[in-house]
């Protein structure tokens, strides 16, 4: 029974130990970077294991080779709460709360990631009229939710419709005016993103970009023809990117050239404010969306105050934070919650952000460096050149 146990946790060990190296590869391959996002599970994994060190060894005592595993594994979880930690109240916050003592220039986002088999839309409805944000943004609605959400403008009658029936549409409802809306396929002609400039209260105009690149590991499908526009002025184009076969699953560089376009043009913004929100699939502490942050110089919220994680709804113990909203440093916070959930396999998030002029030298946004311009001009290239 004791080599049993010694060979169990010995087993667990190595895989732990290799789950934890194998996202620090640079390769943008699915079946190493889906190990970016399961970190609190593996941290969590390896207390169990060393926990059963510990038993072995008022037991019976450990052997070198033990010793040596659970040193490993010991390092292994100190580079896990590297990476996770940031995302605990035990760190300092990046975004500065408001000092503002109205909402002139205060700005609420709801997003949510409806999933497009969902039908639970008087469940939205009632969580839209509880919450009362400002901005809507909606990922993965068909032309069927948007016929359901009929009415709606009649409380936020600025608008912006890209519904899909590739789990890849978008809505975006605003009470506050929108100036310049586009409807963009930056890397996958059958994958929207929204830019639109959004005129607050105050009469500050905010830019706002709406997400939600082709996550890894997913499948390859057939091409499909992207649905109609229904508020944007994006050509229709059929899914011809990518090499993979059908079947095979995605590798991230999709998802990463996608991002890191948006990330810099919000560089390329100067003293702009710019808010970028959505469905990124991809985990708030991963390498991209790190990356992401230092090339467009954006704050994430989350860092000093909770993971929030969005995905997945329907199942407690493997959860991740996937929803995102970043911001240029003229923002401070006011308020992030995760909502309850209404029947997607996400949940939805509210975001609320004041800008404040004040905030930009108070602030101290990521800066990129060298290194990380030509990481990110590799990325781009490589994303946008499969043919």
Not at 219 to 231: F, L, R, V
């Amino acid at each position: 029974m004791e080599i049993v146990f010694r060979l169990i946790l010995g087993a667990c060990s190595l895989a732990l130990v290799f789950g934890s190296l194998l996202p620090l590869h640079p390769a943008r391959a699915w079946w190493v970077r889906i190990f970016d996002f399961p970190r609190m599970q593996i941290a969590v994994l390896i207390l169990v294991t060393l926990a059963g060190y510990a038993w072995l060894h008022l037991q019976v005592g450990l052997r070198p080779s033990d010793y040596i595993l659970a040193g490993a594994l010991g390092l292994a979880l100190l580079l896990q709460l590297f990476f996770i930690v940031p995302y605990t109240p035990l760190y300092s916050k990046e975004m500065q709360p408001s000092l503002a003592e109205n909402d002139d220039n205060r700005l609420s986002l709801l997003i949510y990631n409806v999933l497009d088999e969902n039908r639970e839309v008087g469940a939205l409805r009632h969580l839209i009229r509880e919450t009362d944000p400002d901005v809507i943004l909606l990922s993965e609605p068909t032309h069927w939710w948007l016929e359901q959400l009929d009415g709606l403008e009649t409380t936020y009658p600025y608008t912006m419709f890209k519904p899909q029936e590739n789990q890849y549409g978008k809505l975006l409802y605003s009470r506050f005016e929108l100036l310049d809306p586009e409807v963009r396929f930056l890397v996958d002609p059958n994958i929207p993103s929204l830019r639109v400039k959004v005129r607050l209260r105050s009469g500050q105009v905010v830019t706002l970009y709406g997400v939600q690149p082709r996550p890894p590991a997913l499948k390859h499908q057939e091409p499909e023809t992207s649905g109609a526009s229904g508020g944007g002025d994006a050509d229709d184009a059929e899914d011809d990117v990518g090499n993979a076969e059908v079947g095979e699953r995605e590798d991230s560089d999709l998802r990463d050239a996608e991002l890191l376009l948006v990330a810099k043009e919000v560089a390329e913004c100067g003293d702009e404010p710019v808010i970028v929100g959505g469905d990124f699939n991809d985990v708030a502490w991963s390498h991209s969306t790190r990356l992401f942050q230092r090339i467009g110089g954006l704050l994430d919220p989350r860092i000093g105050r909770g993971f929030f994680n969005s995905f997945d709804a329907r199942h407690p113990v493997m959860r991740y934070p996937l929803d995102h909203v970043f911001a240029s440093r003229h923002f401070r916070f006011v308020e992030l919650r995760r909502l309850a959930a209404i029947g997607s396999d996400h949940f939805p998030m509210l975001v609320v952000l004041d800008f404040d002029p004040g905030a930009v030298v108070q602030q101290e946004e990521p800066e990129a460096d060298a290194g990380d311009e030509e990481e990110a001009e590799d990325a781009i290239a490589e994303g946008t050149s499969r043919d």
